[in-house]
T-cell receptor, first 111, second 115 residues
Framework: GQNIDQPTEMTATEGAIVQINCTYQ??????LFWYQQHAGEAPTFLSY????GLEEKGRFSSFLSRSKGYSYLLLKELQMKDSASYLC????????????FGRGTSLIVHP | DTAVSQTPKYLVTQMGNDKSIKCEQN?????MYWYKQDSKKFLKIMFS???????INETVPNRFSPKSPDKAHLNLHINSLELGDSAVYFC??????????????FGPGTRLTVL
């Protein structure tokens, strides 16, 4: 089976940096995704990590450590529009390509 | 221009009814999915279709049946609706075979309320 753990809620200030952690236990590993979901909207893809290290994409970066079963999403220069739920999803062993989603972290950015 | 579209956006119905939700993607993707997102915001896979063949079917009640008339469409039919079926249902698609490192593109969701 697969177990994915994220904090339920985080708050941060506009302009600041926030790190959202995700830990996972899976039978095998074949990639980790981060998605952003605004209230009442569909999830949208942010990043994909399959090898250890940091992937940077503009204000957003995602880090992966496979040995630790750990990832984080780093958001810099926070904007009010970054208030959303951030979903960590892990794809397990080969033959089961569908990612399993965590419950998401609700990020509230305040002025 | 909508990449993945679903209809209807809202669906309110009585227990015991049968309903369908339609999904279409114009991205030319090979794989389509149905997810259920409950009140606790868990996004759970229900079905995945690749080239009209069901390749993943999680432990979903057989009241739910996916139907794919062609590669661009994956509809969800639900028989004998129950209160616990109330949720937001998302359709998604991805290029290539199911999951091969590819992101999923989600539709806008269908909010189903069973009374």
């Amino acid at each position: 089976g697969q177990n994915i753990d994220q904090p339920t809620e985080m708050t941060a200030t506009e302009g600041a940096i926030v790190q959202i952690n995700c830990t996972y236990q899976t039978s095998g590993f074949n990639g980790l995704f981060w998605y952003q979901q605004h209230a009442g909207e569909a999830p949208t893809f942010l990043s994909y990590n399959v090898l250890d290290g940091l992937e940077e994409k503009g204000r957003f970066s995602s880090f992966l450590s496979r040995s630790k079963g750990y990832s984080y999403l780093l958001l810099k220069e926070l904007q009010m529009k970054d208030s959303a739920s951030y979903l960590c999803a892990v794809r397990g062993a080969r033959g089961s390509y569908i990612p399993t989603f965590g419950r998401g972290t609700s990020l509230i950015v305040h002025p | 221009d909508t990449a993945v579209s679903q209809t209807p956006k809202y669906l309110v119905t009585q227990m015991g009814n049968d309903k369908s939700i339609k999904c279409e993607q114009n991205l030319g993707h090979d794989t389509m999915y149905w997810y259920k997102q409950d009140s606790k915001k868990f996004l759970k896979i229900m079905f995945s279709y690749n080239n009209k063949e069901l390749i993943i079917n999680e432990t979903v009640p057989n009241r739910f049946s996916p139907k794919s008339p062609d590669k661009a469409h994956l509809n969800l039919h639900i028989n004998s609706l129950e209160l616990g079926d109330s949720a937001v249902y998302f359709c998604a698609s991805s290029p290539g075979a199911a999951g091969e490192g590819n992101e999923q593109f989600f539709g806008p969701g269908t909010r189903l309320t069973v009374l």
